[in-house]
Every structure is written in structure tokens, then in C-alpha cells.
């Protein structure tokens, strides 16, 4: 058994209550409340501005929010550092692509397998036998991870030499290998073409399973509304609804602050 199965995750449901986020006097989340289940492709919505990489950033303990609490079935994270979420679960893509340009992208995808990594840091300058097995493990995963998300064939190559579709899917595969509880996607679709699109619709679809809490935040309505089991919109900070692909389109207060220019 790898070290990436030994850790059985139970499906938990990831609840917040209450999230509230100032930065001096500018509000940017206020008292949220939702409850996202595993199992499902949940989409967030929303204008620019409205809060939901800042959402993200408090989901993950980049940012600490003034009030509320973040529980993740019955184990409350809302006083951990970003690493110790980490470690039970929490992973994210990046709105902005965020890889190791040094770094070729299996290697990248390796950083993703830190929560499981057993040697310490002094091993990965030393050649101790049990720390090379380790590294090789992961690697493995890593290039599986790769192949899971359609991207195997860009293992090797340095980020600079990839086109942007394929370098947001490094970083799901870098989000994934850790079989994570929680997977936080940020704008996944932003910059790729219509072919691309279809290709990472395919990818999301293939990646809902049981165990997982999965949050995608994308402006690419035909995207969203063709994954999303369940789609929850932030405007200004609040949650204005929540509900079906269905409910969303039909519900005017959706149109009237964020749905109003698309062709819905
Ligand atoms: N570190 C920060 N300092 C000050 N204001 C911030 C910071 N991060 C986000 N904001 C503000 O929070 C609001 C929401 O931003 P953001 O979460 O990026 O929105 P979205 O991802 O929905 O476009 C914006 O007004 C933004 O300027
Ligand atoms: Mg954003």
C-alpha cells in the first residue's frame, strides 16, 4: 500500500457558519452561511469583487476571517494554518496559475504530495534509502495524478513550454495527488480556449467522487451550469442563493445582479 491510500477519507460535508471578513473598513464577506456536501460538483458564482477567492483564502487559512467558524464534518478548521488544512484535506487551484517555473511539471506535482510525506526535509538533500523510495513513490503518483487529468504527456516538460489549458490542469493534478477532502478550484477555465473548456469539463466530471467536497468558481456559465450538481452565489460578500442549475437561472434576483448579461 502507497502512502497516498493508507489515508481513507470519510465523506464529510464541509460547513460555515457565520464567515465574516473585514480589511479595514471594507467588508468583503459578511456572515456566511452554506453548507457544501460531498459527493458533488458545486459551483460558486458571482460578480468580480464579490468575495469568492477571498472565500477560498479563509477556506484554506490564507486569510482569518474576524467571525464565523469552518468545520469539516466534525472536526472545526477554522483556527488551523494553511498547512495543518492542509494535512486533513484541503487543496486548491489557483485563480493566477501558480507553478514552480524551475520545477518540470511531474516534479510540481510531487509538492502536492506533502500531507503524505513521511521522510523529513534533512532526507530530501540526503540519499537515504528509505527517503529515494519515497520520492520514487510519489513521483508515480504523480505521473498517475498527470494521466487522471489528461495532462501524462506533459510530465516532463518545464511550465514555460505548455500552453495555458494544459497548465491548469498540472495544477489539478498537483491539487489531486493527495487525494484530498476538500478540492477548492479557482477559475480553472480562465484563459482557455473553447477546446480546452471541453476538455476540463470532461476532467471535473471524472474527478466527483463520494468522498469529496468539490467547489468550483468559474465565470464560464455553460461550464458551470453543465457540471454543477449544486450552485451557490456570492454577491457582495453574502450568499444571495443557492440551489440546481435550474433554480439558479430562474431566480431573478441571480439575474438581475450577475446573470443579466449572459444568454441564459
Ligand atoms: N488582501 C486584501 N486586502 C484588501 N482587500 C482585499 C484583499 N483581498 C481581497 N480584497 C478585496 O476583497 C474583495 C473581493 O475580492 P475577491 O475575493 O478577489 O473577489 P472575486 O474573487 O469574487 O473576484 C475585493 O474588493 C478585493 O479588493
Ligand atoms: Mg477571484
Redesign the pocket.
Known sequence: MTAATSTMPTPAPLHVEGLSLR?GG?H?LEGLDAVFEPGRITGLI?P???????FFNCLTGLYLPQEGRIRLGGTAVGHLPPNRRAMLGFARSFQHVALCPELSCVENVMAGMQRHARAGWLSAFLPFPAANAEREAHRELARQALERVGAGKAADALPAELPPGMLRLVEIARAIVGKPQVLLLDEPAAGLNSAETAELAAVLLRLRQPDLVLLVVEHDMDLIMGICDTIHV?SAGRMLAHGTPADIRANPEVVRVYLGDEDV
Open positions: 480589511f471594507i468583503v458571482g468580480n469583487g464579490a468575495g469568492k477567492t477571498s456570492l
